[in-house]
């Protein structure tokens, strides 16, 4: 065996050799800039906030962050560009609601999967939204509502932004949880679905905060309920759907961020480390509290769980709504 102890040592050498590049490019990260992948439109909610961030996490790593908008198929190419490229810390992105937990059973060939080519980082805020009716209909909380609705079943009618949407999947997860037939009028945006409620055309609508606010402190439409497990300090008076008579009923349209799969676990860790005290910024908290929304924070172990329920959870909605996009 003798003969071998010189071959294992040079072995062992050249190992070592090898690895100390990419060690010390793990020290030295971040040392040029990087890319921030968002999968949306620029001037969204989405693109809007991870510009904030992104501005905040330059300043503390003394790098430049670039917001890129790589927007289509519902999150989906720019969801991929992010699971696509080099995992060395220097492009990351936001991981949403549709393209990581909806998009996989509403889209089964898409061209990534969210639970192995993407490394979790951190959920950044959850977004609750607000279940609000027409003024002619009437009713005033929830339980009247299901009442109106199981009295004339098919009748009522709730606008989305599209198929496959926060809107939609938390107006069908309604359906089934309330025991109630109601219609789902599809648009080609939220507003234009939030338009036709103050005109009185569509019955009810699941909104994001940011959106809803205006027409309810206008009082053109009526608040119901809020779907987050507690009140929103935008709409204290407004109670939650398990408040209102739905024990468990949880939607978000929640946003985070994620890079490629076998990023270094240092690198995962800082930017972990960074986006949790970004989140504890007065001006990030502000920001995120005055649209309704929740700041996130914890771990990226936290956030992969989180994914995985969210992911558990539409699934089954869309499997008991025979939703597609067909």
Do not use: C
């Amino acid at each position: 065996m003798k003969p071998l102890r010189p071959l294992m040592a040079s072995l062992l050498a050249a190992i070592t050799l090898a690895a100390t590049p990419l060690a010390q490019a793990q020290d030295n990260w971040p040392s040029k800039p990087i890319t921030l992948i968002v999968p949306y439109a620029p001037g969204g909610f989405a693109d809007t906030r991870v510009r904030l961030l992104a501005r905040k996490l330059a300043d503390s790593l003394k790098q430049t962050v670039v917001v890129e908008n790589k927007a289509g198929a519902g999150g989906v190419i720019g969801t991929n560009l992010i699971a696509k490229a080099a995992p060395d810390g220097y492009t990351i992105g936001t991981g949403n609601l549709a393209p990581m937990a909806v998009n996989p059973t509403l889209m089964p060939d898409i061209p990534y999967q969210a639970t192995k080519d993407l490394a979790p980082v951190i959920l950044i805020e959850n977004s609750p939204l607000v279940l609000s009716v027409n003024n002619s209909l009437p009713v005033k909380n929830l339980q009247e509502l299901i009442a109106l609705a199981k009295k004339d079943p098919g009748g009522l009618t709730f606008g989305s932004s599209g198929v496959g949407g926060a809107h939609h999947l938390s107006g069908e997860m309604f359906r089934e949880q309330a025991g109630i037939d109601i219609v789902h009028v599809p648009y080609k945006g939220g507003a234009l679905a939030a338009s036709d409620l103050m005109g009185g055309h569509i019955s009810m609508m699941f909104e994001m905060g940011y959106s809803a606010l205006p027409a309810i402190r206008g009082n053109k439409v009526h608040p119901i309920a809020v779907t987050s497990a507690k009140r929103i300090d935008v709409l204290p008076g407004v109670p939650t759907m398990a408040e209102a008579g739905l024990p468990g009923f949880e939607s978000y349209n929640w946003q985070g961020i994620v890079a490629p799969a076998d990023t270094p676990a240092p690198i995962i860790a800082k930017l972990n480390s960074e986006f949790n005290r970004i989140l504890q910024d007065p001006e990030v908290q502000k920001a995120i509290a005055d649209t309704g929304s929740q700041a996130g924070g914890g771990t990226p172990e936290e956030f992969g769980a989180f994914i995985a329920s969210e992911t558990r959870k539409w699934a089954e909605v869309i499997k008991k709504g025979n939703i597609t996009l067909q």
